[in-house]
């Protein structure tokens, strides 16, 4: 009985639990399509914060132990390395100061002193973040900089006081100086004294012992003036000659002393006095020469500058090495907190991915599969059966696309009723478009023969307006070809070449970009060149601000942004004048010797601006028979082949330099031969313009 009804319960649960899934089944199924995705995806959710959670707490402790990294080991590690950099950059400074006395040296100690103090600043604010042995360490390096900071304003005060600088030089300026006075005013009186005597064999004998003497004397005054300020060994051998002259001029005149008149002997005695005062001094002054404190500042640098340089950068050393402690410290206990959290991620991640695939399958049986049955009865529609429908089995979404499909297919049947007579109507419409546009092309094509034709008109002008060869052939001395060819109908290169009054003024440029507007600019510039040459302008500032202010008014009223540069030559009488900016002159002399000109210092893009006359200079090329100049623009330079390698000035420099023993016109042919070579099948893409002047 028992058993009975326990089974009996047991099969009452059972189809109450099977009641209440197929009741949760039918309410989840008729779920609008959004709710399911909003359970699936709030789950997933869910699951999504739990992982972000848990990584979160397990990267935290990294992350502390990054930001101290990053907010104080980091910063005070490279705050102390540049300070130890700006210090030896002080410290070599300072030397080359002492050594040289150079004031770029004195500028650039100041600099890296600057940026030292604002080093250790940075380091004190960071060491009230750390630990109190790098605080201590801190402020022992502060005060050791204090200390040492007064000592380089002392080396360079040395080194620009020379007295105070080299003690023995100050010993004879100061003890010596009035010695030396008395001796040459006294010795002076004496010569005045005996030239005034007769001229007996003993006063001319006296007469050269005095003048031997102040000879000899003025002499080794300036060997051991000469030897106290270079230390030279040759200046020392000197003194020591001289000095053995003088005394020996100086036992004559002790031998003829009862010779000499009163005055003179008055004159005499108080020249031997101040003689024995004066060469007690040469000892002393030889022994601070060959000691180390023979300069001042140098001694002071060795004994006292360095040493205490060394020390703080022993100091920084410490620094930057407790600093590294600590971080690599710090790294390790974020590595094994990161791990912490990796691996806590990977297991959460794994339990989220088994939770995302059930939802997907259980979205796959609410919303996939109902519409993969739809696509059926839609494909049966596409094939032509008009009278298909599709089962309605839900509420959501799905059951109303395909209660509408049942609709959209009762009115497709009434549709293609009428299908034929739209069909009609459309093609007429497509037939009016079809001669619109028949007409717009047309139109265009007029348009394109009226612009091509423009162009035409502006390079045949291009070409009119460029220096004919008979015009070359008639200036005397100078042997000049040129060429030009543009990469499209129109180019934006310019070169010229006007005789007028003895004076050859050759122009070259490169207009930027291509077309109807580089080639009018090319063309005005021209004339700009040729007006200012007619007008006999010959300064080159205001010949190239003249035709600047031209050109970037008529850019300005034509609204274009195109400039170009440009370079003016003058040549006269075997010497050639350079100005404004282009590419490098080239300069070849007789033998073939190549020299190469920067042009981007003697000017400025003409047109960029409307004020340019500032940065307008010029130089000055004398020519030799047998010299000449090379002219280009970009295009040959940068022209490129197959493999875009391009030219280069250097291979140009190459074939002028193996054909200058040619004529202009034979080289000119033979850079361009070898240029196309060099492009071969490639596409031109530039213009190429090439001028060769040679003085005959």
């Known amino acids: 009985m028992n058993s009975r009804l326990n089974a009996f319960k047991a099969k009452f649960l059972n ?28 789950i997933l959710m869910v699951m999504t914060f739990l992982v972000i959670g848990r990584n979160y707490l397990g990267g935290r402790e990294a992350q502390v132990n990054i930001n101290r990294t990053q907010n104080t080991r980091v910063p005070t590690a490279l705050a102390s390395a540049q300070a130890q950099a700006n210090l030896l950059k002080m410290l070599s400074q300072v030397r080359a100061y002492v050594a040289t006395g150079d004031p770029e040296y004195r500028y650039r100690y100041q600099g890296s002193r600057q940026k030292f103090e604002a080093d250790l600043a940075q380091m004190e604010v960071l060491a009230n973040h750390s630990a109190s042995d790098i605080r201590d360490r801190v402020g022992k390096l502060k005060q050791t900089y204090q200390v040492w900071s007064q000592l380089p304003d002392q080396l360079i005060a040395l080194r ?3 007295l105070e600088n080299q003690p023995a030089l100050k010993l004879l300026d100061s003890q010596g100086k009035k010695p030396i006075i008395i001796i040459q005013r006294e010795i002076e009186e004496m010569l005045d004294d005996q030239q005034t005597r007769s ?14 003497f102040q000879s000899s004397f003025a002499l080794l005054i300036s060997a051991l ?14 003194y020591n000659a001289l000095a053995q002259a003088n005394q020996n001029a100086w036992q004559e005149l002790v031998k003829k002393q009862q010779f000499l008149t009163a005055k003179q002997r008055t004159s005499f005695d108080e020249i031997a006095n101040r003689r024995t005062e004066f060469f007690r001094l040469p000892p002393r002054m030889f022994e601070i020469v060959e000691s180390d404190r023979y300069r001042q500042e140098l001694f002071l640098l060795k004994t006292k500058a360095e040493p205490l340089a060394e020390d703080m950068l022993n100091q920084l050393d410490q620094i930057v090495t407790a600093q590294q402690l600590m971080l690599a410290q710090e790294l390790k206990k974020a590595n094994h907190s990161l791990n912490q959290a990796q691996l806590q991620t990977l297991i959460w991640g794994i339990f989220a991915l088994i939770l995302a695939i059930a939802m997907a399958f259980w979205l796959r049986r609410q919303i996939a599969e109902p519409i993969k049955r739809l696509t059926v009865v839609t494909r049966r529609l596409q094939d032509g059966d008009l009278s298909v429908k599709a089962a309605v089995n839900s509420t959501d979404e799905v059951g109303e696309l395909a209660d509408s499909f049942n609709c959209m297919s009762g009115q497709l049947q009434h549709a293609f009723v009428t299908l034929e007579d739209k069909v009609t109507e459309r093609t007429a419409q497509l037939a009016t478009a079809n001669q619109e546009i028949q007409a717009l092309n047309q139109k265009l094509k007029t348009e394109n023969l009226r612009m091509s034709a423009q162009l035409d008109i502006v390079r045949q002008m291009q070409h009119l307006i460029l220096p004919k060869t008979e015009e070359l052939n008639c200036i005397e001395g100078l042997d000049i070809a040129g060429f030009m060819e543009p990469a499209d109908e129109v180019g934006g290169d310019y070169y010229d070449v006007l005789y007028s009054d003895g004076v050859v003024t050759i122009g070259i440029g490169d207009v930027t ?36 202010r031209t050109i970037y008014k008529n850019i300005q009223r034509m609204n274009s942004d195109k400039n170009l540069t440009l370079a003016i030559l003058n040549y006269a009488q075997g010497q050639v004048s350079v100005s ?21 210092n003697l000017g400025f893009p003409i047109g960029l601006e409307y004020e340019i006359s500032e940065f307008i200079h010029h130089t ?16 040959i330079t940068e022209a490129e082949n197959i493999n875009r390698i391009q030219y280069g000035i250097e291979k140009l420099c190459q074939v002028v330099h193996q054909n200058w023993q040619k004529s202009a016109e034979e080289i000119k042919q033979a850079v361009i031969d070898d240029v196309r070579r060099h492009i071969g099948q490639q596409k031109v893409f530039d213009d190429i313009t090439l001028l060769v002047l040679k003085q005959q």
């Open 620 to 635: 000055l090329v004398p020519l030799n028979p047998g010299d000449g100049i090379v002219l280009y623009t970009d295009g």
């Open 225 to 238: 003036q000469s030897y106290l300020v270079t230390r030279s060994p040759s200046f020392r051998f000197e």
């Open 580 to 600: 404004g900016q282009h590419e490098e002159t080239i300069v070849v002399r007789e033998g073939g010797k190549i020299e190469r000109i920067d042009t981007i």
């Open 15 to 42: 189809d109450r639990v099977q009641a209440n899934r197929r009741k949760l089944a039918a309410q989840l199924r008729n779920q609008k399509i959004g709710q399911k995705l909003n359970i699936a995806f709030g």
């Open 199 to 212: 001229p007996s064999a003993t006063n001319t004998a006296l007469l050269r012992d005095m003048a031997e």
């Open 513 to 548: 970009g291509h077309g109807l507007e580089s080639g009018i600019l090319m063309l005005m510039t021209q004339m700009g060149v040729r007006t200012l040459k007619e007008i006999r302008e010959t300064d080159p500032v205001r010949f190239l601000d003249t035709l600047n």
């Open 160 to 162: 620009d006081d020379l």
